[in-house]
């Protein structure tokens, strides 16, 4: 048996999220599709980050088990050739057992591009977030930063999310501007359900005037999701990054980063 490890692209608001369904409109579902013709039997994939339907990925990481060997090129190309436009294989790379896509990752980038401007891209659409009224980058800035460290995040994880514990571990959150285009980074051991959109309509909060920065670090401690904003639109949401021990041939030894540029035009 033999573990492949796979770098994954793709436009998020071109599926139903990552997870496999019935209806078979996912993102999983795609790739598995295409891996089995190239290895002649089915490959169940294993995934760094589940996304939700309209999230996107310039770096998701996957792994499979098969039966069969193949060069690296018909991993990737070969996929590639019976898989839509919206998704990608950027590399494969063979890993030992050990290896895990999720449970072995240490840390994982997420980048929210938001269009600030009063009215609506359409040349983005799906690919950017939007929010019409001027925000204030330094005062989310400043509230963004109460958020590194290790904290209960129950304020900002969906009703639904199965995650064991809400206490996460934020290595980076910063909020930059780009021209017209607000830049959300966040860093951290890993994400609750709606984490990363939860935390951007509090800090869009803070940017509009509706709250002081220090606001975040009440929700914080509140842990009540009640008094937090609304969960933002996941158009803009990119999985950008997964890092892993340096154990394996990985990218970048295992630091595989990819973060989103997109200018409004």
């Known amino acids: 048996m033999t ?54 990925a310039t770096v998701q ?29 950027r590399w494969a790379v063979e890993v030992d057992e050990r290896f895990h896509a999720r449970f072995c990752a240490i840390e994982r980038r997420y980048r929210y591009l938001l269009a600030n401007t009063p009215i609506r891209p359409a040349a983005l659409a799906g690919r950017v977030g939007w929010f019409h009224v001027p925000l204030d980058e330094a005062r989310m800035a400043a509230a963004a930063a109460t958020l590194v460290g290790t904290h209960d995040f129950s304020a900002f ?18 909020v930059t501007r780009e021209g017209d285009m607000i830049v959300f980074d966040f860093c951290a051991n890993g994400f609750l359900h709606h984490m990363v959109r939860n935390l951007v309509g509090a800090l869009v909060a803070v940017g509009k005037g509706a709250h002081s920065p220090a606001w975040i670090g009440e929700l914080l401690e509140s842990r009540d999701r009640r008094r937090a904003a609304p969960t933002f639109p996941a158009d803009g949401l990119y999985l950008c990054g997964v890092s892993y021990p340096p154990y394996w041939p990985l990218p970048g030894e295992g630091r595989i980063i990819a973060r989103p540029r997109l200018a409004l035009i």
């Open 157 to 174: 994880r969906a009703a639904g999310c199965q995650g064991k514990t809400p206490v996460r571990v934020m290595n980076e959150a910063a």
């Open 3 to 56: 573990r492949i490890a796979l770098g994954i692209e793709y436009a998020g608001d071109a599926f139903k999220g990552w997870q496999s369904q019935a209806h078979g409109h996912t993102v999983q579902d795609t790739i598995e599709n295409a891996l089995a013709v190239v290895a002649g039997e089915r490959a169940r994939l294993m995934v760094a980050g589940r996304t939700d339907a309209g999230v996107h």
């Open 61 to 89: 990481v996957a792994h499979f088990d098969t039966h069969v060997r193949r060069p690296f090129s018909a991993w990737v190309r070969g996929t590639n050739d019976h898989l839509p436009a919206a998704a990608v294989i």
